[in-house]
């Protein structure tokens, strides 16, 4: 039963907007605020159990939009400084690994080394060139040819070769996890003459076509399977049932709400400019508000339009506010993993550079800064000693590729 002397109220500073035009009912025009929407207790009257949970739930939404916004915030901060402040450091830092390479694929040719370690400066020279032609940020197109050239004469470094040779090792596993699998199934699978290494738009094409074969035939013929589908039980049954009807009811109040103000909102109806004019921007909410299944914009938009106590939510009983409830809970689950995913949204794929791939941690821009700092002067030291040609030029170059060579028959880990 709705209790008429528990009123909505809206507790924060009003707005600077407040209508002046006729709103086409009896009630006093509202002020537009910007806050929750709660009930409070008048008179002896206390709130139901109902009436206390959707007030809980309301400040939960509002306290999950405001991490959401602040991580927003702060995101858009960050970026904002990676690409003022660190991105040019970047391109500065690629710009000296091109002449870097260029410099020392020159060396390569002029330079007496070794048989071992003009191998393996090589290799080091090929690796960055693939670098940078995979990372081009700062690099003009002629510079790149001159990357793709020195790579192509150099050949792949063994970096490369070794991921290469990784990912064929993953693929063969799961090729033979799957075929395995499929056998199992009684479907014939074969994924033996599908080349990782060829085009990967043709690779992911041919793979897909296969895995869908293979589910069709399965289809088809679900008793060549060993697994049989069990029978749900009548307690699961019931367990369907009941949520099918909670599930039927949140968007049947959903609708019937939006269905409600759409009637009285539509703009085609209205003949007065400026009420039409409102109107429309009523309905622009409105319509994103029900696509969003945001059930506190519709019911702010409600008690805009029509005053709070003449809303559906001042006359809601106990069990339409277990249904409000519900949404509530479904809207600040999606605005927690919002907030979470953020970070993924492709606004801030510049983030990804100075961000650990384990571990998703990425240190404060200003401790970035001073790293990139550090190795732009590094950087500009080496390209000044390999410039020289002389027996320092040899002397570091050797250093280079001792340590490649070194770092190269290390196992890597990722800590």
Known sequence: MPVPAAIIHRVSEPSSFEPEFDMGIDATPVVVRKDDLIFKSGGAATLSPAQVEFNKLMKRLENARARHDQEQARLDRILATCIRELMPLVDDLHRLDFELVIHGHAALQTMKLTARRREWFGDLMSGKAGDLLADSSGLTDAQLESLGKIARELGPSRSEQASKEAEADEFDFLRSMLEKAA?????????????IHGDPAEFERQLHERMAAAAGSLEQNPSSGKTRKRKP???????????????????????????????????????????????????????????????????????????????????????????????????????????????????????????????????????????????????????????????????????????????????????
């Open 183 to 195: 056998r199992k199934a009684g479907v014939d699978l074969d994924l033996g003459d599908l080349d």
């Open 233 to 415: 039980s009548k307690a699961q049954l019931e367990r369907e049932r009941k949520q099918r009807e909670i599930d039927e009811a949140k968007q049947r109040d959903l609708k019937s709400l939006y269905k409600q103000l759409a009637k009285a909102l539509h703009p085609d109806l209205e003949t007065d400019p400026t009420l039409k004019s409102h109107k429309e921007d009523w309905m622009k909410r409105l319509t994103t508000a029900y696509a969003a299944a945001d059930l506190r914009e519709l019911l702010r938009i409600e008690m805009e339009w029509l005053g709070e106590e003449s809303s559906n939510l001042a006359t809601a009983g106990d069990e339409k506010l277990k249904i409000y409830s519900m949404i509530l809970k479904e809207q600040i689950a999606e605005i927690k993993i919002q907030t979470e995913r953020l970070v993924d949204q492709p606004q801030y794929f510049p983030l990804r550079r100075f961000t650990d791939d384990f571990t998703g941690y990425m240190p404060e821009p200003v401790v970035i800064k001073l790293g990139l700092r550090d190795e732009v002067e590094r950087h500009q030291s080496m390209l000044q000693l390999l410039k020289q040609g002389d027996g320092e030029t040899r002397k570091m170059i050797n250093e280079w590729a001792d340590s490649h060579a070194r770092a190269s028959r290390q196992p890597k880990f990722p800590f």
